[in-house]
């Protein structure tokens, strides 16, 4: 089962990616303190674990994931082409709005990231959040390719 590995926030602008083992997670604010959180289909980022490792087996380096500036990692979830799949973590529901296009930053990180995250959605999906909850570093993670309906 996957499970949810890492989760970060970029309080600002260009500042570092910081580290949590929780967070809480809004409808209106994403994962609560991240600047790009703000209610649209780019809300919150997932990124593959392994994913991204087969990005950095490409290059032959060993990165760290939040060079991805991603919010949520997680292992074991295939997100290649999942538009319109959600995710659930817990009580909360993310619905996946799109792939996270690499951008010209991670080149600055390492020569040829931008484009082995191109590959396979490699650099992860973008998500709207559409049921916030408190998110706990190793919770359960489920990708559904159909809406889950509140009972």
Known sequence: MAKLLGIAIKPQGETEMKLFDHAVLTVDSGV??????KPGPRQVTVLSLSAW???????????????????????????????????????????????????????????????ALAK????????????????????PVVLNSARVIDE
Request: proline share 2%; charged share 25%; net charge negative.
């Open 32 to 37: 609560a303190g991240d600047s790009r959180g």
């Open 120 to 139: 396979n959605w490699r650099g992860g999906v973008t998500c709207r959040v559409l049921r916030g909850d408190n998110l706990i570093k190793g919770m």
């Open 53 to 115: 490792n087969e990005a950095c087996q490409e290059l032959g380096v060993d990165l760290e994931w939040v060079n991805r500036r991603a919010n949520l990692l997680v292992n074991d979830l295939p997100l290649y082409q999942s538009k319109g799949c959600y995710i659930s973590l817990g009580n909360a529901l993310l619905e996946i709005t799109g792939e996270t296009d690499p951008c010209a930053r991670m080149e600055k990180v390492h020569h040829g990231l931008f484009n």
